[in-house]
């Protein structure tokens, strides 16, 4: 016998709606909302109901997460994701002790009414529904809500936090943004912020060990010191101007600090840059210094680096942009968010795009946490000139600039013997005289898409394979043999030429 939908009985008026209440003579109360607060709470619902739908259409999720339900309580019937999320945000408005306001309780009610009638309160009303809060129909529905929209589980020692659980057990992709949607839900109700979702999920009371890192995020070397991330950054190829840049930026905080402890006002200054400059020119390389300069002197508490762009930050629905954002800063707090290509996030070529939302989103979490997030924007020279001039508010957030030069043949075929250092090969003096032809080549023909270290490393590998295809026909291969990358072993200039021309016309058009 299949399962049916729809377990709770929704009710036949929407809660919020106004008809049987505007007739009735209520006194004046004074507001405890504003029309922009609903609509604030209408983009939030509406990509819940987005995320909801995605889960919804997972059939073997929803058969799994169901299978944790008391069979009592569904009694047969097939609970959707937008009943578990209503009956877990229910659990997270009781968990607060305190007395409960009209305001909070006009957030769980504007939930319910989304998630279980797809209703949204009417922002042009907000007289009504200021009024609405203080009558004894609407509290004795809202507690008639609470009680009928539980979700028990089977298991007692089962979380009672249903889906995150099982998002979390299925290392599904959209847990991150379920654990925000909760803690948005938290803070629109009773204006209280968790400092991630690592602490959130602890207040869940959730066993996230299983889940895996996020790949994006550049955690801190063991026993890390400034003295060993200056020696990285100096080690580093080419650079001159950034590596300047950067220690009149490490002299100038320093002295802030000396400042600051002597009791001395300072100026402020902003952690938050943008990096200028060609692909493959070290700008990840140098954010993921700069994290970790910034937490040795004390400017950020953590130091990891977590590298995202536009596919990272904006979704293709309303309202899911900023929950990708809000995860992304999430996994940023204490250390440095680094959004390359971001003037992406400006460029609309394909209709309705949500990289303004993206933006807007980014700068109010930056105010929000400006005393310990630093973000840094990449890319190409004209297009970021171009999007920082596109907003005031990244104007007035982003007015430290770095700007990385394209790498000079010399440069290039350094950054090409550090490879071959690496990876236990030397280079023969035939091999190294037409490498230093091939980079004249390449840097004669350059423009602004021209990859720099990422040529490099692609020609490095189509040696290394090379390399293979002629000694595997020896009889007898040597240590030396094995090492050795040789004349014969470097494709011919031209054709590097060709190869690379084709990639940086395919990046232009």
Do not use: W
């Not at 919020?16 to 209520?26: D, R």
């Not at 109700?189 to 968790?194: G, H, L, N, R, Y």
């Not at 030396?480 to 940086?504: G, S």
Request: with cysteine.
């Amino acid at each position: 016998m299949s399962k049916k939908n729809n377990p709770i009985s929704i009710i036949e008026e929407s809660f919020l709606s106004l008809k049987k209440y505007l007739e009735t003579n209520i006194n004046p109360n004074e507001a405890v909302f504003t029309a922009s607060f609903i609509n604030d709470l209408q983009r939030e619902t509406t990509s819940i109901l987005e995320i909801c739908t995605l889960l919804n259409q997972d059939a073997d999720f929803i058969q799994k997460i169901n299978e944790t339900v008391d069979p009592v309580i569904s009694k047969g019937l097939l609970f959707k994701a937008e009943h578990f999320f209503l009956s877990d945000i229910i659990e997270l408005y009781e968990r607060e002790t305190e007395k409960k306001n009209e305001k909070q309780e006009f957030v769980l009610a504007y939930y319910y009414d989304v998630l279980r009638n797809k209703h949204f309160a009417d922002q042009n009303s907000i007289n009504e529904l200021n009024q609405l809060i203080f009558t004894e129909d609407f509290k004795n529905l809202l507690l008639k809500i609470k009680k009928e929209n539980k979700i028990i589980a089977a298991d007692a020692k089962q979380n009672q936090y249903l889906l995150p659980q099982l998002l979390a057990q299925k290392k599904h992709s959209k847990l991150e943004e379920v654990l925000v949607k909760y803690q948005n839900f938290i803070q629109f109700a009773f204006d209280k912020k968790f400092e991630n979702n690592t602490v959130f999920s602890n207040y869940l009371g959730l066993n996230l060990k299983s889940t895996p890192e996020n790949k994006d995020i550049d955690s801190l070397p063991e026993e890390d010191t400034l003295e060993k991330v200056l020696k990285e950054l100096n080690e580093l190829v080419g650079l001159a101007e950034v590596k300047k840049d950067v220690s009149e930026l490490i002299n100038l905080l320093e002295i802030q600090k000396k400042r600051s402890e002597q009791g001395l006002k300072n100026v402020e200054i902003t952690l938050h840059t943008v990096f200028l400059g060609p692909p493959g020119t070290g700008k990840t390389s140098v954010a993921r210094l700069l994290s970790r300069i910034f937490k040795h002197l004390g400017f950020l508490s953590k130091g990891q680096m977590y590298e995202t762009d536009r596919e990272g930050l904006v979704a293709g629905y309303v309202g899911q942009t900023a929950a990708k954002v809000d995860a992304a800063v999430q996994a940023s707090l204490g250390g440095v968010l680094f959004v390359d290509e971001a003037y992406a996030l400006t460029q609309n070529a394909f209709g309705n795009d949500y990289g303004a939302e993206a933006v807007n989103t980014l700068l109010k979490r930056m105010e929000d946490h400006r005393d310990d997030l630093a973000v840094v924007v990449a890319g190409y020279t004209e297009p970021m000139k171009f999007f920082i001039e596109s907003n005031p508010g990244l104007r007035s957030r982003f007015n430290r600039y770095f700007r990385f030069d394209h790498f000079s043949p010399e440069e290039l075929l350094q950054i090409f013997e550090a490879f071959c250092t690496k990876s236990d090969f030397i280079l023969a003096k035939d091999a190294k005289e037409k490498l230093t032809d091939t980079f004249e080549l390449l840097y004669e023909s350059k423009n602004e898409s021209f990859g720099n270290a990422r040529v490099v490393r692609n020609l490095f590998e189509k040696c290394v394979q090379n390399q293979a295809n002629r000694i595997v026909k020896l009889k007898k291969i040597t240590n030396k043999a094995l090492k050795t990358l040789t004349e014969e072993d470097i494709p011919e200039p031209k054709e590097t030429e060709k190869r690379v021309n084709i990639e940086m016309s395919s990046k232009e058009s």
